[in-house]
């Protein structure tokens, strides 16, 4: 319902900017609408593909909105709200668990 709400609000101009977030955003919420982003298995998308693996072994792997900050104005709609400096932090942790055996 959340969703449909602020889909409304972007649809019609009427979003407050940035949106307030008043709870936490899971991934399977961003999944209902993003699912095909784990289509592309090429090099430049490994992250995604190899996401859920991390999180299924570390519970402090990174989740979607780690990179992805949709609620964020500095951020560019069209990189779908990547926060560079973040997803840098995110990749060398990722690589890192990895190297350790993750």
């Given at each position: 319902?959340?969703?449909?709400?602020?889909?409304?609000?972007?649809y019609?101009?009427?979003?407050?900017?940035?949106?307030?977030?008043?709870?936490?955003?899971?991934?399977?919420?961003?999944?209902?609408?993003?699912?095909?982003v784990?289509?592309?298995?090429?090099?430049?998308?490994?992250?995604?593909?190899?996401?859920?693996?991390?999180?299924?072994?570390?519970?402090?792997?990174a989740?979607?909105?780690?990179?992805?900050?949709?609620?964020?104005?500095?951020?560019?709609?069209?990189?779908?709200?990547?926060?560079?400096?973040?997803?840098?932090?995110?990749?060398?942790?990722?690589?890192?668990?990895?190297?350790?055996?993750?």
């Amino acid at each position: 319902m959340l969703g449909a709400h602020n889909a409304l609000a972007y649809y019609t101009n009427t979003a407050v900017q940035p949106a307030q977030v008043t709870r936490t955003i899971d991934d399977k919420s961003c999944l209902k609408c993003h699912q095909n982003v784990f289509d592309d298995q090429s090099m430049n998308n490994h992250f995604h593909f190899f996401l859920a693996k991390w999180q299924e072994l570390d519970s402090n792997a990174a989740t979607c909105v780690s990179c992805h900050q949709g609620h964020s104005t500095q951020e560019d709609p069209q990189t779908a709200y990547l926060n560079q400096h973040a997803t840098q932090t995110i990749c060398n942790d990722c690589h890192r668990f990895a190297g350790e055996g993750g």
